[in-house]
């Protein structure tokens, strides 16, 4: 069984930075590619970013490329989300997740990584974190 567990969120300025952070219990990040979601009130779960745990790749949507950075410890078995230039649209809950990587046919790693980010079902998630972008 895997458990994420989020932390790192909080109240920020606009303009300012947070970090997230999502420790994965009971696999290692090896076999996995994990995922940052984010829900606003009102509105529906979009996906963030997502990172391959064996390699490393990226994916980042297009609302926060540039400014959201995804990375991993995988000593550490965590994931880290570092949000820069936050703006209030900026604001939700943000979640972790994970599932299981799986074959892609794909032209290059970034491709398969977007691929899978876009294609899994994410098994597991995080309790979730807020983040709130305001003055």
Known sequence: QVQL???GGGLVQPGGSLR?????SGRTLDNYLIGWFRQAPGKERERVSCITGND???????????????????????VFLQMNSLNPEDTAVYYCA??????????????AARLRCQLSKFDYWGQGAQVTVSS
């Open 5 to 7: 567990v989020e932390s």
């Open 56 to 78: 490393g790749t990226v994916y980042y949507e297009d609302a926060v490329k540039g400014r959201f950075t995804i990375s991993s410890d995988n000593e550490r078995n965590t």
């Open 98 to 111: 994970a599932d299981a990587l799986f074959p892609v046919s794909a032209s290059t790693p970034s491709v």
């Open 20 to 24: 997230l952070s999502c420790e994965v």
